[in-house]
């Protein structure tokens, strides 16, 4: 069946790095996204990664991809307090399937 | 801003109320979508929307009814809704429907409380 999986919780300290773990299911996801949602607000597309890809690096982000297990990463860093918000992994596999997120903590 | 806006923000409603959702995008896309977000739980896909019509109901409620105007306005419309049905609806909207490259994008949401 089509999972998603993440940890629910991550605390960091200003200017350290961040790493948002995610484990899928579904083999033929042909893109696998990275949202945040802010207080109050609907999610946003941070960045998505190709499946053929094991790597894709935007500014501050990079995203790891390891196909053969199934797993997915998010690094963020020199994390900011303005990095504080809930992460969502994405697989799609013709709909979007979401993790349940992981707040991300960010103490200065 | 991205592009899609909801109203209201905020909803209170007895279980007995009839109330409505209302989304609007502005992006000129296709394909508009209702997700619940409960507390501790993953995104649960509604239902989308293509061209104004319904293409997926993920076995969802009666008591929650869709509908599709145009491409730019989606409704849910709510009746006799439970406590548990308290959580966050979200509206997205995406250029390719379930197809491909599916970037959607999300409104800020109503948060709905039902007592």
């Known amino acids: 069946g089509e999972d998603v999986e993440q940890s629910l919780f991550l605390s960091v300290r200003e200017g350290d790095s961040s790493v948002i773990n995610c484990t899928y299911t579904d083999s033929s996801s042909t893109y696998l996204y990275w949202y945040k949602q802010e207080p109050g607000a609907g999610l946003q597309l941070l960045t998505y990664?190709?499946?053929?890809?094991d790597m894709k690096q935007d500014q501050r982000l990079t995203v790891l991809l390891n196909k053969k297990d199934k797993h997915l990463s998010l690094r963020i860093a020199d994390t900011q307090t303005g990095d504080s918000a809930i992460y969502f992994c994405?697989?799609?596999?013709?709909?979007?399937?979401f993790g349940q997120g992981t707040t991300l903590q960010v103490k200065p | 801003e991205t592009g899609v806006t909801q109203t209201p923000r905020h909803l209170v409603m007895g279980m007995t109320n009839k109330k409505s959702l209302k989304c609007e995008q502005h992006l000129g896309h296709n394909a508009m979508y209702w997700y619940k977000q409960s507390a501790k739980k993953p995104l649960e896909l509604m239902f989308v929307y293509n061209f104004k019509e319904q293409t997926e109901n993920n076995s969802v409620p009666s008591r929650f009814s869709p509908e599709c105007p145009n491409s730019s306005h989606l409704f849910l419309h709510l009746h006799t809704l439970q406590p548990e049905d308290s959580a966050l609806y979200l509206c997205?909207?995406?250029?390719?429907?379930?197809?491909?490259?599916?970037?959607?994008?999300f409104g800020p949401g109503t948060r709905l409380t039902v007592l």
């Open positions: 990664i190709f499946s053929n890809m």
């Open positions: 994405a697989e799609d596999t013709g709909k979007l399937i």
């Open positions: 997205a909207s995406s250029q390719a429907g379930l197809a491909a490259y599916n970037e959607q994008f």
